[in-house]
């Protein structure tokens, strides 16, 4: 089973707008992290927030995170057709930690130019 | 640095045999672990290796089994396949497990 939901499930955009999307999960957390998939293909690491940090800001991204309502949003600015991509968040549980992330369901974004 | 390989990248077998899926991780990076990706179940955890012991595991039968040489190198086995079995199979390698993974591109298993 999956740790979490992502909201929305699904995000159509045009270039230049915002898109902003929605993580939750259940259990207590060292970090939540942000990976994007390009169809089917390998995931790639965005952006990891840890459990002690409030918001976090790479280069278009900006996290937050609210460990007291167990979630997360992730705000894409000026987005690009390159963007076009699902998005998912990825929990590092507290316990029974070694190496495993759980991950909320995905988003998926399109973005027409 | 050269990111993380999976070979192959497509497999198709039938019911009832076995597969092996090699995953090289990052140099110098001693955590792989295993994700099975399904349309219905989506992401989830298979197991992690560390310098060769398997230090966590997910919630997948005994056919899935794995191991990690002692170039980091990890290979995957699932025995007796089933249909159930066809998902796209991605490990990952972590300096640090749990915290940054880098993903490989994955091996498509389509179990006929």
């Known amino acids: 089973s999956q740790q979490g939901e992502e909201d929305p499930q699904a995000l159509s955009i045009q270039e230049g707008e915002n898109a902003t999307m929605n993580c939750s999960y259940k259990?207590?957390?060292?970090?939540l992290q942000w990976y994007r998939q390009n169809s089917g293909r390998g995931l790639v690491h965005l952006i990891l927030?840890?459990?002690?940090?409030r918001e976090k800001h790479s280069g278009r991204l900006r996290v937050t995170l609210d460990t007291s309502k167990k979630s997360s949003s992730l705000l894409i600015t000026a987005s690009r057709a390159a963007d076009t991509a699902s998005y998912f968040c990825?929990?590092?549980?507290?316990?029974?930690?070694?190496?495993?992330?759980?991950f909320g369901a995905g988003t998926q974004v399109v973005v027409t130019p | 640095k050269a990111g993380v390989t999976q070979t192959p990248r497509y497999l198709i077998k039938t019911r009832g045999q076995q597969v092996t899926l090699s995953c090289s991780p990052i140099?110098?990076?001693?955590?792989v672990s295993w994700y099975q990706q399904t349309p219905g179940q989506g992401l989830q955890f298979l197991f992690e290796?560390?310098?060769?012991?398997?230090?966590n595991k997910g919630n997948f039968p005994g056919r899935f089994s794995g191991r990690q040489f002692s170039n980091s190198r990890s290979e995957m086995n699932v025995s007796t396949l089933e249909l159930g079995d066809s998902a796209l199979y991605l490990c990952?390698?972590?300096?640090?497990?749990?915290?940054?993974?880098?993903f490989g591109p994955g091996t498509r298993l389509t179990v006929l």
């Open positions: 259990t207590s957390i060292n970090n």
């Open positions: 990952a390698s972590s300096s640090l497990a749990g915290w940054e993974q880098f």
């Open positions: 990825a929990t590092h549980p507290l316990t029974d930690s070694w190496g495993k992330l759980q």
């Open positions: 140099s110098g990076h001693r955590s």
């Open positions: 290796y560390f310098s060769e012991t398997q230090r």
């Open positions: 927030i840890r459990s002690n940090e």
